[in-house]
């Protein structure tokens, strides 16, 4: 059964240091989002992507992130120098046909700040 | 309070008995849906009900969605062991096109064997 994949399972980063966290989305799958959730707290929307760009961000998307689709199959989040508080489970997702579809995460990434 | 409010917050049961968890929210939305989480693993999507629907079934679940008391129920019938993890509803806002999610705080389930 197609899924989503996210690599690395866990990375551990100095703070002030870039991440890219990296996810390869259910393939025939149109719109691509990240979310993440810090230990013990509700998940969190941070973007959503279409058709190359994004479609919509939340406050917590600020210029310290950025996505990208670099080729037909991967979907990056970059986190620049990053903060203690950056540290939060980050998952990845893809929807099909329609954005009111439903949405399949990936396994995510813990992401640890130092 | 907050689009998508889950309650109880904790739920503990003994197997073979039913769960029920209900879901609240504010804003209008386009559909509704169920995900389960393992602890500190990933979101598995169980079930879509969407404005128009009032009833979805899939296996041992039911989702109900009462759009006029804007609140959604998920009920799973006969719990096992393996059901135990969090369960947390997403909402679709009707007029967001990109197709964000929100969240609700979720309901922590412990099914006793």
């Known amino acids: 059964e197609p899924e989503v994949t996210q690599t690395p399972s866990h990375q551990v980063t100095q703070m002030g240091q870039e991440v890219i966290l990296r996810c390869v989305p259910i393939s025939n799958h149109l719109y691509f989002y990240w979310y993440r959730q810090i230990l013990g707290q509700k998940v969190e929307f941070l973007v959503s992507f279409y058709n190359n760009e994004i479609s919509e961000k939340s406050e917590i998307f600020d210029d310290q992130f950025s996505v990208e689709r670099p080729d037909g199959s991967n979907f990056t989040l970059k986190i620049r120098s990053t903060k203690l508080e950056d540290s939060a489970m980050y998952f990845c997702?893809?929807?099909?046909?329609?954005?009111?579809?439903?949405?399949?995460f990936g396994q995510g990434t813990r992401l640890t700040v130092v | 309070s907050q689009q998508g409010e889950e309650d109880p917050q904790a739920l503990s049961i003994q197997e073979g008995e039913n769960a029920t968890m209900n879901c609240s929210y504010k804003t209008s939305i386009n559909n509704l849906q169920w995900y389960r989480q393992n602890s500190g693993r990933g979101l598995v999507h169980l079930i879509l009900i969407r404005s128009n629907e009032r009833e979805k079934h899939s296996g041992r679940l039911r989702v109900t969605l009462d759009t006029s008391k804007k609140s959604s129920s998920l009920l799973i019938t006969a719990s096992r062991a393996a059901d135990t993890a969090s369960y947390f509803c997403?909402?679709?806002?009707?007029?967001?096109?990109?197709?964000?999610?929100?969240f609700g705080q979720g309901t922590e389930l412990s099914v006793k064997p």
């Open positions: 997403a909402t679709a806002l009707i007029y967001n096109q990109g197709g964000k999610l929100i």
């Open positions: 997702a893809s929807s099909g046909a329609g954005s009111f579809s439903e949405a399949f």
